[in-house]
């Protein structure tokens, strides 16, 4: 067993000498969100010198468009005089400068809203606030989506849910087992077995994902967030969540860790690198379905950044631009919107919640 234990690590093992092996949940909640030593609560991950680079992080051309995207949904929602904006996991708040920077000409746009930030650390709460002063629309921090009051508002969520915690359970002949974290003999975190069967659980699985292989492993999140998504935006509301993940429900290991822009192990250092999981979108827009929200999507981020006229903004921007300038907006563009493996075109998707009353949305206009 290694000697030099991160505190968190120390903390894990404590907790499965006391009661047992962890989920795969449980030990990603603690990983990201240790009220101490978690993940996000005391450091800026993002960027070219963080772990990671986000869309809103890529260009500024993101932000803005997902602004018009808003102001265009907040007429439709018939212009209401006071509307909540808010942010799932704002990061660095570059997201909301842009938008809000690129709908300062919309009539009554930013005089109606409010934001809300829902941010657990608080690291990233005071950065939001500093970065977001120059904002001049009140602004408002929660740690949880169910502090934010009801009333009209859009919602916008951007890698957001890939860090929220996944179960995994794999198959094996005798039934489903949720995947854990347990420590081996020779002292190390390793993935095992919870010693009893999940009951029925195939049964509760999609159709095409019953009676597949042994040693299959099935990904789910708590119900909570689309439940709750669902229920807010249903009368007067609209959700945009953007993230890499799957349209169908599917088998397999999507968990990953990442440093320095690098895969690592998730079991090594916990607590020093981000761990995130590919989204259901599917199991998504099934619970906001049932709780009375309009589902439009998912499509893919291209498509839906080419609606929205990605390309026609990089063209504008482009025409103000000095030549190295001009390159670093192809490259934001390319990136943004490629098909191929290192873009974000084909794996990020795009889906909306929204009042069933609003019809179409921005972006959407083709394919809901
Ligand atoms: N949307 C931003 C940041 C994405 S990273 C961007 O696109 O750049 C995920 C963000 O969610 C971080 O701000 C992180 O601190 C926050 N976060 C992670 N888990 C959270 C939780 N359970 N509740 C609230 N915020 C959370």
Same mark, same amino acid.
């Given at each position: 067993?290694?000697?030099?234990?991160?505190?968190?690590?120390?903390?894990?093992? #404590?907790?499965?000498?006391?009661?047992?092996?962890?989920?795969?949940?449980?030990?990603?909640?603690?990983? $990201?969100?240790?009220?101490?030593?978690?993940?996000?609560?005391?450091?800026?991950?993002?960027?070219?010198?963080?772990?990671? +680079?986000?869309?809103?992080?890529?260009?500024?051309?993101?932000?803005?468009?997902?602004? $018009?995207?808003?102001?265009?949904?907040?007429?439709?929602?018939?212009? &209401?005089?006071?509307?909540?904006?808010? %942010?799932?996991?704002?990061?660095?708040?570059?997201?909301? +400068?842009?938008?809000?920077?690129?709908?300062?000409?919309?009539?009554? =746009?930013?005089?109606?809203?409010?934001?809300?930030?829902?941010?657990?650390?608080?690291?990233?709460?005071?950065?939001?606030?500093?970065?977001?002063?120059?904002?001049?629309?009140?602004?408002?921090?929660?740690?949880?989506?169910?502090?934010?009051?009801?009333?009209?508002?859009?919602?916008?969520?951007?890698?957001?849910?890939?860090?929220?915690?996944?179960?995994? *359970?794999?198959?094996? &002949?005798?039934?489903?087992?949720?995947?854990?974290?347990?420590?081996?003999?020779?002292?190390?975190?390793? =993935?095992?077995?919870?010693?009893?069967?999940?009951?029925? =659980?195939?049964?509760?699985?999609?159709?095409?994902? #019953?009676?597949?292989?042994?040693?299959? +492993?099935?990904?789910?999140?708590?119900?909570?967030? *689309?439940? %709750?998504?669902?229920?807010?935006?249903?009368?007067?509301?609209?959700?945009? +969540?953007?993230?890499?993940?799957?349209?169908?429900?599917?088998?397999?290991?999507?968990?990953?860790?990442?440093?320095?822009?690098?895969?690592?192990?998730?079991? #090594?250092?916990?607590?020093?690198?981000?761990?995130?999981?590919?989204?259901?979108?599917?199991?998504?827009?099934?619970?906001?379905?049932?709780?009375?929200?309009?589902?439009?999507?998912?499509?893919?981020?291209?498509? =839906? $950044?080419?609606?929205?006229?990605?390309?026609?903004? *990089?063209?504008?921007?482009?025409?103000?631009?000095?030549?190295?300038?001009?390159?670093?907006?192809?490259?934001?563009?390319?990136?943004?919107?490629?098909?191929? *493996? #290192?873009?974000?075109?084909?794996?990020?998707?795009?889906?909306?919640?929204?009042?069933?009353?609003?019809?179409?949305?921005?972006?959407?206009?083709?394919?809901?």
């Amino acid at each position: 067993m290694a000697d030099n234990l991160s505190p968190l690590e120390s903390e894990i093992r #404590r907790r499965i000498a006391v009661g047992g092996p962890i989920s795969v949940a449980d030990y990603m909640r603690l990983c $990201l969100t240790h009220p101490q030593y978690g993940y996000y609560i005391n450091r800026d991950p993002f960027g070219a010198r963080g772990d990671f +680079i986000t869309a809103p992080e890529i260009s500024q051309m993101f932000g803005e468009l997902i602004g $018009l995207w808003m102001a265009t949904v907040w007429r439709q929602m018939g212009a &209401p005089q006071s509307l909540r904006v808010i %942010e799932l996991g704002p990061g660095r708040g570059t997201l909301l +400068i842009d938008a809000l920077r690129a709908v300062r000409v919309v009539d009554r =746009f930013h005089a109606a809203v409010t934001l809300h930030l829902v941010e657990i650390s608080t690291a990233l709460q005071r950065m939001q606030n500093e970065r977001l002063k120059s904002l001049d629309v009140p602004k408002f921090w929660h740690t949880a989506l169910e502090e934010v009051p009801d009333g009209p508002c859009i919602i916008i969520a951007n890698e957001f849910i890939d860090a929220l915690p996944v179960h995994q *359970a794999v198959k094996r &002949p005798s039934g489903w087992y949720e995947r854990v974290i347990e420590v081996d003999s020779d002292g190390n975190l390793v =993935f095992g077995l919870n010693y009893d069967p999940l009951p029925h =659980f195939e049964a509760t699985l999609p159709d095409g994902l #019953r009676h597949c292989a042994n040693g299959s +492993i099935f990904e789910w999140r708590a119900d909570a967030i *689309a439940l %709750e998504l669902g229920r807010r935006v249903r009368s007067d509301g609209a959700a945009l +969540i953007l993230d890499y993940g799957h349209v169908q429900c599917a088998l397999g290991d999507t968990l990953q860790a990442v440093a320095g822009h690098a895969y690592t192990n998730p079991l #090594r250092a916990p607590g020093e690198a981000d761990i995130t999981a590919h989204v259901d979108f599917d199991a998504l827009a099934q619970r906001a379905d049932i709780v009375g929200g309009r589902v439009h999507g998912p499509i893919t981020q291209r498509d =839906f $950044l080419l609606h929205l006229g990605i390309d026609k903004r *990089a063209a504008a921007l482009k025409a103000n631009a000095v030549h190295e300038k001009a390159l670093e907006i192809d490259r934001a563009l390319a990136r943004l919107t490629a098909m191929s *493996a #290192r873009g974000m075109g084909e794996l990020f998707k795009v889906l909306a919640i929204a009042d069933p009353k609003l019809g179409a949305l921005p972006g959407f206009e083709t394919s809901s």
